[in-house]
Nanobody
Framework: QVQLVESGGGSVQSGGSLRLSCIVS????????MAWFRQAPGQGREGVSG????????FYSNSVRGRFTVSRDNAKNTLYLQMNNLKPEDSAMYYC????????????????????WGQGTQVTVSS
């Protein structure tokens, strides 16, 4: 059974930084395309960033490009999201997600393309 556990959320002031981590267990980590999503109260789940199986390609939403960096360490079964220059509109619950459906081909930052989800970690940015 695949398990994803996020950590690293917290409360910061505008302009601050946080680093999220997601540890994956249950199957070889390098089999998964990985992504970060976020969901603010009353809103849908938004794709933030993604990375393919071996980390050769990264993907970002327009709202975070240039401020967030996604990476993975396949030896540690861990996905990361470095978030810099945080803004109040970045406040949300952040989820990591995984899929092994596409044999490494990137299928986009669509929640429907991902099969496994963590429980989330809260990020709050104050102005």
């Amino acid at each position: 059974q695949v398990q994803l556990v996020e950590s690293g959320g917290g409360s910061v002031q505008s302009g601050g930084s946080l680093r999220l981590s997601c540890i994956v267990s249950g199957k070889p980590f390098d089999a998964y395309n990985m992504a970060w999503f976020r969901q603010a109260p009353g809103q849908g789940r938004e794709g933030v960033s993604g990375i393919n199986t071996y980390g050769g390609s990264q993907f970002y939403s327009n709202s975070v490009r240039g401020r967030f960096t996604v990476s993975r360490d396949n030896a540690k079964n861990t996905l990361y999201l470095q978030m810099n220059n945080l803004k109040p509109e970045d406040s949300a619950m952040y989820y990591c997600a995984a899929t092994d459906r596409y044999d490494g081909t990137w299928a986009g930052l669509d929640p429907a393309s991902f099969d496994y989800w963590g429980q989330g970690t809260q990020v709050t940015v104050s102005s």
